[in-house]
């Protein structure tokens, strides 16, 4: 029977760590409890949040409804032939903990995704991606819970709406699909893909003439996460908080002749993809603080909880500020990856 919890502290629950209460509370621990939880007196569809590792999720309030964390675990091989293999993970799987399991297994396709937090469920979602890598790619289905039908259903990877962090689960399905597990395909023979940032560089370094492995890009960018981005259990954080932004050619073309040094990632319809941290630092904009809310003077793209002593306004207005900054520098629109409550 799933247990419920009342007036449950919410500021563990999230990797920003800011201050949030919910009404009720409850942990999923495998999939089959959907069914009860769906019928709990305190389960009301228009006010229930789905929880995975809180890494992309910002508590600007109390939460009045139900709050479910999703810790069901598990993977196991499906299918497999010479050159693929197919894994099946539980939503509540820890992300980098899995890739880190593929890494040891001798598999590759998700060593560029080292390292970055939260859960295997919410990995579709956001379609999270780095290092010139989208998690679609390597997608073959995401079971859900459906709360329309309350039956379990498969979307294979065409119906899920992949675009550059987007997916089905953030635009129709939102507040329908319930991810419980999700189906992989993996490689048995490693491809390097290193063309992003600076991978290529640290891999270098490390490996020398030796060829590289999935393991050694794994470690690689770790190690470049690692020198960027606060570790959030001891400096509260979601990671990058804005979606790199993509722009028209003809603007990002304009915005080059001004900034010669101006990073651009051509995208395969014509448009180009900016860095977001670039724009924000060029903006003079490390280290600025409001209240407890800070952009980390190390990586720009990352705003920080100081000292745990933000609160969720001193977050909001540091946010609109850069948006602003950045908007009036350089005409581009900002847009925050975390959902923000």
């Known amino acids: 029977m799933v247990a419920v919890f009342s007036d449950y502290d919410l500021s563990g629950c999230s990797t920003f760590h800011l201050p949030a209460r919910a009404a009720h509370f409850c942990v999923l621990n495998h999939a089959s409890e959907l069914p009860e939880i769906c019928a709990l007196p305190q389960f009301q569809r228009d006010t229930v949040l789905w929880l995975g590792g809180g890494s992309n999720i910002l508590f600007s309030r109390d939460h009045q409804g139900l709050v479910v964390q999703m810790a069901n675990k598990g993977i196991r091989e499906y299918a497999r032939d010479g050159k693929q293999v197919r894994l099946a993970v539980q939503a509540g799987e ?145 990671g990058s908080f804005y979606k790199n932004p993509v722009v028209d050619a003809a603007h990002a073309q304009c915005l080059r002749e001004q900034y010669g040094d101006m990073p651009v990632y051509p995208q395969p319809d014509g448009t180009v993809k900016l860095a977001a941290g670039w724009l924000i630092e060029r903006c003079g904009l490390k280290g600025k603080q409001i209240g407890g809310a800070a952009v980390h003077d190390k990586q720009a793209l990352v705003l920080i909880n100081r000292e745990g002593k933000a609160s969720a306004a001193d977050v909001l207005a540091l946010s609109q500020m850069v948006c602003e900054e950045v908007l009036q520098r350089f005409g581009v629109v900002l847009v925050p990856e975390p959902n923000i409550l």
Request: hydrophobic share 40%; charged share 25%.
């Open 94 to 238: 820890v992300w980098h903990d899995f890739v880190q399991y593929t890494v040891n297994a001798g598999l590759s396709g998700l060593e560029n995704l080292s390292l970055i937090p939260g859960t295997v469920g919410a990995a579709p979602v956001q379609n999270i991606g780095a290092y010139g890598v989208e998690v679609k790619d390597r997608i073959d289905y995401v079971d859900c819970f459906d709360l329309d039908s309350r039956e379990f259903v498969r979307l294979q990877r065409d119906e899920c709406a992949f675009a550059y962090r987007e997916s089905l689960f953030k635009q129709a399905g939102k507040g329908r699909y319930v991810i419980v597990a999700v189906g992989f395909v993996l490689d048995t023979v490693f491809q390097t893909r290193v063309g992003y940032g600076d991978l290529a560089a640290v891999l270098a370094q490390n490996c020398g003439e030796r060829e590289a492995t999935a393991a050694d890009v794994s470690v690689a960018v770790c190690q470049i996460r690692r020198s960027k981005l606060p570790n959030p259990d001891e400096m509260g954080n979601v």
